[in-house]
């Protein structure tokens, strides 16, 4: 590891955790606005009575809670780096293969199951805005008025602390910019937050949530992609730690 400043990795895992709890809290932290009143009007304009339909909200998108599955790879990584400050080498590189094969697969099976809500509900809201007069009005009333502006100050808090963790891991070590798999797992983290920023920025407000949801179905497959890099370079280090451990049963006893 070289010269490896131990409070720039520490804070580098901090920040990447406070940028993990934003996003997962992001369904709650992104309530949903009073859809009423554009309810109505837009009842209205197509000539049909929908009564009262105040205090109608809708759910805040899933893409900016799936960021997590992406940065779940880079959160277990940085965590290894950091396990390996208070575990003896032998040990660290003992576990790290048989712990990072059950998180890769945790995770594959996680994302999996991900996928597949967001894209049944993907496949709703295409469904119900293709359909008028009534089912565009119920996607309107469930999905058509989305928090855009709440979204882009908490993606944005997310993505100050994401630049925070790459740079602090640098300063932590400059010869992590050597690890092309680090270094395309930051850039991979860093492009999905900047895309869902420009898909929520794309298209009307009343179709923000489609795009949000189709952003969220491609983290799902990112996050199987990564999980599937993981599981692949565990094979080599548990591997190599049931070698040596063979090899020192091997050993013969210096006391007999």
């Given at each position: 590891?070289?010269?490896?400043?131990?409070?720039?990795?520490?804070?580098?895992?901090?920040?990447?955790?406070?940028?993990v709890g934003v996003e997962w809290?992001?369904?709650?932290?992104?309530?949903?606005?009073?859809?009423?009143?554009?309810?109505?009007?837009?009842?209205?304009?197509?000539?049909?009575?929908?009564?009262?339909?105040?205090?109608?909200?809708?759910?805040?998108?899933?893409?900016?809670?799936?960021?997590?599955?992406?940065?779940?790879?880079?959160?277990?990584?940085?965590?290894?780096?950091?396990?390996?400050?208070?575990?003896?080498?032998?040990?660290?590189?003992?576990?790290?293969?048989?712990?990072?094969?059950?998180?890769?697969?945790?995770?594959?099976?996680?994302?999996?199951?991900?996928?597949?809500?967001?894209?049944?509900?993907?496949?709703?809201?295409?469904?119900?805005?293709?359909?008028?007069?009534?089912?565009?009005?119920?996607?309107?009333?469930?999905?058509?008025?989305?928090?855009?502006?709440?979204?882009?100050?908490?993606?944005?808090?997310?993505?100050?602390?994401?630049?925070?963790?790459?740079?602090?891991?640098?300063l932590a070590q400059p010869k992590?910019?050597?690890?092309?798999?680090?270094?395309?797992?930051?850039?991979?983290?860093?492009?999905?937050?900047?895309?869902?920023?420009?898909?929520?920025?794309?298209?009307?407000?009343?179709?923000?949530?489609?795009?949000?949801?189709?952003?969220?179905?491609?983290?799902?497959?990112?996050?199987?992609?990564?999980?599937?890099?993981?599981?692949?370079?565990?094979?080599?280090a548990i591997v190599k730690a049931?070698?040596?451990?063979?090899?020192?049963?091997?050993?013969?006893?210096?006391?007999?």
């Amino acid at each position: 590891m070289g010269a490896l400043r131990k409070p720039f990795l520490l804070l580098a895992m901090l920040a990447l955790v406070l940028a993990v709890g934003v996003e997962w809290g992001a369904g709650l932290l992104l309530g949903g606005g009073d859809a009423g009143a554009a309810l109505a009007d837009s009842a209205g304009d197509l000539g049909v009575e929908v009564g009262d339909v105040s205090g109608v909200g809708e759910p805040s998108g899933r893409g900016t809670g799936y960021l997590v599955l992406v940065d779940a790879a880079a959160l277990w990584t940085t965590g290894l780096f950091c396990l390996g400050l208070v575990l003896p080498e032998r040990i660290h590189g003992r576990v790290q293969g048989v712990a990072t094969l059950i998180f890769s697969i945790i995770l594959i099976i996680g994302a999996f199951v991900a996928l597949i809500v967001a894209f049944v509900e993907l496949m709703v809201m295409v469904s119900l805005f293709l359909a008028p007069p009534f089912g565009t009005l119920a996607y309107l009333a469930l999905w058509g008025f989305f928090p855009v502006g709440d979204a882009a100050v908490l993606l944005g808090l997310a993505l100050l602390l994401k630049l925070a963790w790459a740079g602090l891991l640098v300063l932590a070590q400059p010869k992590f910019l050597q690890n092309k798999g680090l270094v395309l797992l930051i850039l991979t983290s860093l492009l999905c937050t900047v895309l869902l920023e420009f898909l929520h920025n794309l298209v009307p407000v009343i179709l923000v949530s489609i795009l949000d949801d189709l952003g969220a179905l491609l983290f799902a497959i990112i996050a199987i992609v990564w999980a599937l890099v993981l599981l692949i370079g565990a094979i080599p280090a548990i591997v190599k730690a049931l070698r040596a451990t063979a090899a020192l049963r091997a050993e013969p006893d210096p006391d007999r």
